[in-house]
């Protein structure tokens, strides 16, 4: 009788101190693992990120994670900076459904920015910028109700930026420059109010085929009509030049042609003139 009450007693324990610690959660242990499975790491910087430690990564608000900091037993910050990372990004990192700030800026990341971090809907702040992404901007990302902001410059993106991101509300910072974009700049990023874009030109500079307001007009399109100009009026004026200078020089010859024969038919008038056109047979 007194043993199973002890028992019970070490187990209620045991319970409540696992839940105190922050239980491991399945989902965060798939992301951390796959996330760091993803990553190649040759500064060794990712002290602790190993196998036993995902399954309980927090403590507290601490993590045993470099660069991962918790909320209620959750992750719910990951800022790995500048630690000379290359690899992916992990779809998997979708399963850190607590995750408010995403931070990878700086390393050496390729590949594609996942689609499916469109399940992070408490995601607030998202910078991935200086790095190799490639692919295109997700339009998904649109589903991220709570972004503020999305840093994703200096990195290889292409395609077009999404129309829908526009319906980012509290989005308050957006940065694309720098990147291999094209198209048109999406009114709803650009929305003139009181003649002050919602993002300026800095958001959106470096990308050789994106144009359109706020970007200054001298880019693509600009530039173009231009050169469309000037050819046109150059070319007008060329060849404007060269009939007049050819029907001068036709001038004079027939002028020089008419006192020759002229002269030669003495003192002839209009008749005479007129018989000078005429072929001789
Ligand atoms: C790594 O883990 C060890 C033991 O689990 C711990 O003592 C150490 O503080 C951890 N390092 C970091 C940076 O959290
Ligand atoms: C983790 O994320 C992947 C990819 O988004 C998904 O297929 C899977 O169901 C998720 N697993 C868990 C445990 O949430
Ligand atoms: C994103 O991270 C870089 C450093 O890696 C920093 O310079 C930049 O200010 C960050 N972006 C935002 C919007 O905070
Ligand atoms: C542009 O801004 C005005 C005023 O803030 C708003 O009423 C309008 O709906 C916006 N247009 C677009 C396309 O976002
Ligand atoms: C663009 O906006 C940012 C803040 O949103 C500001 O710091 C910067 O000075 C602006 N640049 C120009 C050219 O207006």
Not at 33 to 61: I, M, Q, Y
Not at 142 to 147: D, G, I, V
Not at 158 to 178: E, H, N
């Amino acid at each position: 009788m007194a043993m199973s009450m002890s028992s019970l007693l070490i187990l209620m324990l045991v319970v409540v101190a696992l839940a105190i610690s922050g239980l491991s959660d399945p989902s965060d242990e798939s992301c951390l693992s796959n996330l760091r499975s993803g990553l190649e790491d040759p500064s060794k910087a990712l002290v602790n990120w190993t196998h036993p430690n995902f399954a309980s990564p927090c403590n507290g608000l601490t993590s045993v994670l470099e660069g991962a900091t918790c909320n209620n037993g959750r992750i719910y910050k990951l800022s790995l900076t500048k630690l000379s990372l290359s690899g992916s990004i992990s779809p998997f990192l979708s399963n850190c459904t607590n995750l408010q700030s995403l931070d990878l800026s700086s390393n050496s990341l390729s590949g594609p920015i996942p689609p499916q971090l469109s399940s992070l809907l408490n995601l607030a702040i998202l910078n991935l910028s200086s790095n190799a992404l490639s692919g295109q901007i997700p339009p998904q990302l649109a589903l991220c109700a709570y972004l503020n902001v999305i840093d994703l410059h200096s990195n290889a993106l292409t395609g077009q930026i999404p129309d829908q991101l526009g319906l980012l509300v509290r989005l308050a910072v957006f940065d694309v420059s720098y990147n291999d974009l094209e198209g048109p700049i999406p009114p709803v990023l650009a929305n003139k109010t009181m003649y002050v874009p919602r993002f300026n030109a800095t958001s959106f500079l470096g990308n050789k085929g994106l144009y359109g307001f706020p970007l200054p007009p001298m880019r693509r399109a600009g530039l173009s009509v231009v050169a469309i100009v000037g050819i046109g009026l150059g070319s007008g004026l060329l060849s404007l030049l060269i009939s007049f200078t050819a029907v001068c020089v036709w001038l004079r010859i027939t002028e020089r042609n008419e006192e020759v024969r002229n002269g030669g038919a003495g003192g002839d008038h209009q008749e005479g003139k007129m018989s000078h056109f005429m072929p001789d047979y």
